[in-house]
């Protein structure tokens, strides 16, 4: 397990009150809606404002967010690839 995908997960724990979980009960690729987790759109909308929060992402697309909110692992691909995209910018804006 990723440091981030288990920073993800004790997130998700903290932010969805999974009193009774912990990181290692997430399976990295276990579905968050539909079965697994069983979340649904008001957890989704948390998610939106956990990454906005905690990493500066924001989520402008309904049908992206979609695919990206699928498992741990698609989260933790989209905070990854959102991350690089910022600091490529930041190091353009230095040069």
């Known amino acids: 397990m990723t440091d981030l995908n288990r920073k993800l997960k004790e997130l998700l724990i903290e932010r969805l009150k999974f009193e009774d979980m912990t990181a290692d ?15 649904d759109s008001i ?20 049908s992206s967010a979609r695919a990206h909110f699928r498992s741990i692992s698609s989260l933790g691909k989209l905070v990854e690839s959102k991350l690089a995209e910022s ?3 930041a190091e353009a804006t230095e040069a």
């Open 43 to 62: 957890d989704a909308l948390e998610i939106v404002v956990m990454l906005e929060s905690e990493f500066g992402i924001k989520v402008k697309n309904e």
């Open 87 to 89: 600091k490529l910018a």
């Open 25 to 39: 009960d997430i399976g990295d690729d276990e579905p968050l809606f539909e079965g697994g987790l069983g979340l």
